[in-house]
């Protein structure tokens, strides 16, 4: 790596970074060696942040003060960056970090980590059959499920995953480089961080945005999607959230509509996938009536906090549970019961754990023999014969030489799973003479409703140290606000959240302003705080919006040429309203269970549509081709042969994480279609 900065400017990094983190008993950020960090970043992270790096050691001069450089955008953004780096310990050569040492946080708490690796066979471009009875795009929850449907019916089956398959040690420790850090590096499930912008509009503002920047909506891409490194929580949709437009009306400015089926239609598939991809948790969700099949596994044990969470909530008068978790709590189908290390949630589990497509649906499938699946490749358009009939599939790929491949696949059916924006992009950019807004969009319906969640929580501190650092950490949630909220559309579910990293922990607390950012004082704080921490947290039930939506942008093409995404719209007032509701009862339970200081979280902008790791809704299903895209079996209007399998198809997106619902629905969505076709 060429050095980017000049030994003048590094100098001055050193003595910033040691006013940023002090030495004291344990060594400064300059000591721990955060100058190599930020070397790394701009020299191969984000070389586009050189200048932003080059500005702030200016603001910063050869004798840096921290009340100097504080004041400036970039010099508060240089000092936040210098103390992530610490805590995450990157940089550091030794075995445990210093600042690791210094809050009691280690990842292996029993030290039993013996990572495991699912081995899967992927096939060479150049060893791709001319067709397939089914192409599915993506290989994450909803691909995944249908994929294992579909090759089992005795179709042969093609999965194109866009990502790669790393190591599970490759996404077992890095605190900053994964798809839940706020850091802005990028992930390690990233493909191509470089090369992919898109267009974020906020406030009515175009931003050229890359996979790692707020605004671009990113989740993992990666063998297993999002399931290689979410946190797991699987809850189910309650008959509300399939009515919600009955239920509440519809707001002002909102396009909030009832789904075209029932939590009834649906319930089988959430069982099925329960058992088939193995959910433990215990208790009963208020809203919704006992499972058809009780869940395989019983819930893990609770923490400390959690303990002290329950106590709180009988006091409030509240109901509790074990949240369902898509993780083994004891050895189940051949996978290791959960170790409960300190890393969980934006990692992969060190021993496999945590239920994802990679591990399951994937394995099954390809063990058919009539699977087969190709990484690091992209379907970039549908194709169509003079009909307008879709009977094929153009791919993309970038080869080791820079040079780019292309091929094309063909096949009788289309499932696509790449989620709520790659979805509708794939739709748009697949226009045709017949279709010329784009295929499935005549009514100009591909895109819009594009939702996720805003999260509402609260943070404390508590005289006492509270949190045990004992993975997974969330272990306790209340449902009883999901519904029959006075004055709010919908609500949502809280839980505890999963146990933070450092880096994590000093996020959370600066950003909530219960500690100071930097300095000596700063670096006490987090000491003495990192145990002392609960966040309580979830996701609210939002109100969609037309507006909001994904387009693509002609005039912006990635590195094969191809339009990218643009996202636009807003969040509705409702949202706030609720947002604010929920997170005030997260710091009621906070205060209840001993919480001396807490802050609530805010909405942020408003003027930018939500999208991130639940993102939902852009090509929802209904009855009526004229105000949605899929008819309620995810086939798209006017293409018997392309169905949508993956959380695009969402009408609403519930109060809770979405990835059961996905789940199941892609499990019906897949049967169907065979069924569908063995009628035909």
Not at 255 to 275: F, G, R, T, V
Not at 355 to 365: C, E, I, K, R
Not at 396 to 413: H, I, K, S
Request: include cysteine; charged fraction near 20%.
């Amino acid at each position: 790596m060429q050095d980017q900065l000049t030994r003048q400017q590094r100098d001055i990094l050193t003595r910033l970074a040691d006013l940023v983190v002090p030495a004291d008993d344990f060594p400064s950020a300059g000591e721990a060696g955060v100058v190599g960090f930020v070397e790394r970043v701009v020299g191969v992270d984000r070389p586009d942040w050189l200048s932003r790096v080059v500005r702030a050691l200016a603001v910063a001069g050869d004798d840096p003060v921290l009340d100097d450089v504080l004041p400036d955008r970039d010099g508060a953004w240089l000092v936040r960056l210098v103390a992530q780096g610490f805590y995450a310990g990157d940089g550091y050569d030794g075995e445990l970090p210093p600042a690791w040492k210094m809050v009691g946080w280690q990842p292996d708490v029993a030290g039993t980590w013996n990572e495991v690796e699912t081995e899967l066979t992927t096939t060479p471009r150049g060893a791709l059959a001319g067709r397939y009875d089914c192409v599915v795009v993506g290989s994450g929850a909803g691909g995944g499920a249908a994929a294992q449907v579909l090759a089992e019916s005795g179709r042969s089956v093609l999965v194109v995953e866009t990502g790669r398959y790393p190591s599970t040690g490759s996404l077992a420790r890095d605190h900053l480089r994964n798809p839940r850090s706020v850091a802005g590096l990028p992930a390690l499930t990233d493909p191509d961080p470089h090369g992919r912008p898109r267009i974020a509009v906020a406030d009515g503002t175009p931003y050229r945005v890359l996979p790692p920047d707020d605004g671009w909506g990113n989740n993992a891409f990666t063998v297993g999607g999002g399931t290689r490194v979410y946190g797991a929580q699987a809850w189910r949709f309650v008959p509300r959230d399939f009515a919600m437009a009955s239920t509440y009306g519809v707001p002002v400015g909102s396009a909030l509509a009832d789904w075209p089926i029932s939590y009834a239609d649906l319930e089988p598939y959430y069982s099925l996938a329960e058992q088939r991809f193995g959910v433990s948790g215990g208790g009963v969700d208020p809203w919704h009536g006992p499972r058809s099949i009780p869940l395989p596994m019983a819930p893990m044990p609770r923490t400390e906090a959690a303990g002290r969470l329950a106590d709180a909530a009988d006091r409030l008068g509240w109901g509790t549970l074990d949240p369902p978790l898509l993780i083994n709590s004891v050895d189940y189908q051949g996978r290791s019961g959960c170790v409960r290390c300190g890393q969980c949630v934006g990692f992969a589990c060190p021993v496999e754990a945590k239920s994802g497509t990679h591990n399951t649906a994937l394995p099954a499938a390809l063990a058919t023999g009539r699977c087969s699946l190709v990484t690091e490749t992209t379907v970039e358009r549908l194709v169509t014969d003079e009909r307008g009939r879709v009977v094929g599939v153009a791919l993309v790929a970038l080869l080791d030489d820079g040079q780019v491949w292309r091929g094309t696949v063909d096949c009788g059916e289309v499932v696509i799973a790449a989620g709520a924006t790659e979805t509708p992009r794939l739709l748009l950019n697949s226009a045709n003479e017949r279709e010329p807004g784009g295929l499935g969009n005549n009514q100009d319906q591909v895109g819009r409703y594009l939702q996720a969640h805003v999260y509402a929580g609260a943070v404390g501190l508590f005289d006492d140290e509270v949190a045990d650092l004992v993975g997974p950490g969330v272990s306790i949630a209340t449902c009883d606000f999901r519904h029959g909220n006075d004055g709010i559309v919908g609500g949502g579910m809280l839980a505890n959240e999963f146990v933070p990293t450092p880096a994590a922990t000093y996020d959370y607390l600066t950003s909530a302003g219960l500690i100071p950012v930097a300095g000596a004082a700063g670096k006490r704080a987090m000491r003495e705080s990192a145990r002392r921490m609960l966040r309580v947290v979830g996701p609210i039930q939002e109100v969609t919006s037309a507006e909001s939506r994904v387009r693509v942008d002609p005039g912006v093409r990635d590195r094969f040429g191809n339009p990218v995404v643009v996202l636009s719209g807003s969040i509705h007032a409702e949202d706030v309203r609720a947002q604010e509701y929920m997170s005030e009862k997260a710091r009621q339970w906070l205060e209840a269970a001993g919480a001396v200081r807490t802050a609530v979280s805010g909405v942020g902008s408003t003027g930018r549509p939500s999208v991130g790791q639940h993102q939902a809704g852009s090509c929802r299903m209904g009855d009526d081709p004229a105000s949605s895209v899929t008819d309620p079996f995810g086939r798209v209007w006017g293409h018997d042969n392309v169905r949508i399998a993956d959380a695009s198809v969402h009408v609403t997106n519930g109060g809770v994480n979405p990835v059961l619902t996905v789940l199941a629905g892609a499990l019906r969505i897949a049967e169907h279609l065979t069924g569908a076709a063995s009628r035909s």
